[in-house]
């Protein structure tokens, strides 16, 4: 495919530029638009098509003309910028009014390099919940339900769906040029926030509750506890005394 590209390319520029030729050599001198898409022209000969688009769109913010949109789809092509050569190769060939365009050598050509772009795209249907918003490779798109299926130029791409209240999804998948594919974007519901919870110390007993009641109430047993032993030991103490009856010296005489 990629040898394919180049020959395309390589084919189209060959004949734009045999097209251009006399044209431009008779006006570059007088108007600064068509200076800018002569060194475009020459640029892209040399393979050189950063340099030939930055020029072409010089030339088309000067003045805006189909046949300056067709260059720079010409040089996107040659920087496999697919969508982007789709949209203004598409473009120029719109137009009927314009004798370049209309010229027919040109127009095969310009239609080839259309071809070319457009069997490196391929398109994707997003379907889910509503109201999600989807974001692709970084770049927000819209909000499903979206309007059709999204264009997008061969080689992996990451959709991303968000949506208040739910947890994001996202998904990975890889364009084919020609290609359609369905992706559905399963967003979940987000887990609800924890509760505060407010944390009691042994040291520190809160009003009311079960660490103080119960305290409280193991004081009171332990007081309880060491009043009956106190007791019981009185009555041992009594009931284990023997009787003892006056001795002579006034002291008691146990019996």
Avoid: Y
Avoid at 171 to 179: A, S
Wanted: aromatic letters at 4%; charged letters at 20%; proline letters at 5%.
């Amino acid at each position: 495919m990629e040898s394919v590209t180049r020959a395309t390319c390589s084919v189209i520029i060959a004949s734009l530029t045999l097209a251009w030729g006399g044209f431009a050599g008779a006006t570059a001198s007088v108007d600064p638009a068509e200076a800018l898409i002569a060194q475009g022209v020459r640029a892209r000969m040399k393979e050189q098509p950063g340099e030939a688009l930055d020029l072409f769109q010089k030339a088309h913010a000067l003045s805006p003309t189909p046949r300056n949109l067709a260059q720079m789809g010409l040089a996107e092509v040659a920087l496999r910028r697919w969508l982007d050569a789709e949209t203004h190769l598409g473009a120029a060939l719109a137009e009927h009014d314009t004798l370049w365009i209309e010229n027919r050598r040109n127009k095969q050509a310009l239609e080839l390099a259309l071809a070319s772009a457009r069997s490196h795209i391929g398109s994707v249907s997003i379907v889910g919940q509503l109201g999600t918003d989807v974001i692709v490779n970084g770049k927000a798109t819209g909000r499903l339900p979206l309007s059709g299926p999204i264009r997008l130029a061969e080689g992996t791409v990451r959709i991303e769906g968000t949506a208040p209240g739910h947890r994001p999804s996202a998904i990975q998948i890889e364009i084919v040029g020609g290609g359609r594919d369905t992706v559905a974007m399963d967003v979940g519901l987000a887990v609800p926030p924890l509760l505060p919870q407010v944390l009691v110390t042994e040291d520190e007993p809160q009003p009311g509750s079960s660490t103080t009641w119960k305290t409280w109430t193991g004081a009171a047993l332990l007081a309880a506890s060491a009043a009956g032993l106190a007791t019981g030991a009185i009555w041992l103490s009594l009931d284990g005394r023997r009787s003892c009856r006056p001795s002579a010296g006034g002291q008691c005489e146990w019996l």
